[in-house]
């Protein structure tokens, strides 16, 4: 989702990116402040004196922005978790934590702190802006913009949508309450979808009533919120059932293994359509000479699998991808999917000790979870607050 985006600061060691879907906002945002807002409530200003205040008053709101994901990222600085970036995107910010916070009050405490900011933002611009009433009706004009965003940015972010900063003060309160990360996430995360078909029905019958930009944006927030709080949920269920298992753990010690000289006909037979193995170790007494895949086999006429031998369809030892005994399953689990592999063999002081494949590791996870499900908080997460 951030793949895109650009880095443009460095502040206390949080690298700054932005995501091109920002500009577009940015540029959205100046234009109607320049054409449609300030022109309604300001007259008699000239053109340049209202495009000047317009895109001011759009960057000085990229800046509160920035502020308010500043805000949570030196709370969740001064508490020893990592921040290495912050990216600002369509919806705001995200604050791309190095972990899940570890108890209920620091969660509390990175979460509220956005919110609090942008409201203490709100009164020291609108307080601002009524000084300066009949002083410089231009600087007026922008203050109490900014004051009126802010406020809006933190009623916005209070609403219960997880991952939205509510949804997170929530969690913190039902972690409490439970005693339980993982029931905690499951009770946001289920607020969390609720409000995003709320938001999607509310949206709904505005555009029925005639308000179709109001409508269509609602719903899509709403689509947001409950892509946002669905995948929350599902990532934590993933994490915390692998986070304490290991290559080792989750890999066959039972790997079918041939001899080089086998040919290919042979092991389709005997292995692949008759035992539904995806791959096969071609080894020469103990020492494991490489691996022999379907898509291996695939690569060689139909009418040649008699008479070729393993060896020389096989992918060789060097050039297969390996994982060592200890490698965290989530990695293996990445791994497979980055590389596109099915399987990739695991190697214990440079001996080939078992075989993780994608099909059992899914479903040692799945024992896993109906067998220990509350099975503790993740590690490492990003959070958007
Ligand atoms: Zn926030």
Redesign the pocket.
Known sequence: MFGNSFRVARIAGIDIEIHPSWLLILAFVAYSLSEGFFPDQYEGWSTFAYWGIGISAALLLFVTVLI??LA?ALVAKRRGLEVPRITLFIF??VSHLGRQPASAGEEFQI?AA??ATSLLIAVVTGAAGFALRDVNDKLEAMLLYLAFVNTALAIF?ILPGFP??GGRVLRSIAWKRTGSFRRATRIASNVGELFGYGLIAIGFFLLLGGLIFNGLWLMFIGWFLLGAARSESANLQLEGVLKKLTARDVMRADFPSITPGAPLQAVVDDYMVGQGERAVMVANGGTVLGILTVSDVRRVPREEWPNTPAQSAMTPRERIVTVVALTPAVEVLVLLGEKRLNQVPVLDDGRMVGLVTRREILERLQLAETLNPDAGAAEESTAA?
């Open positions: 308010h994901e949570h705001g910010g979460a956005g919110p972010n939205l900063d607050t």
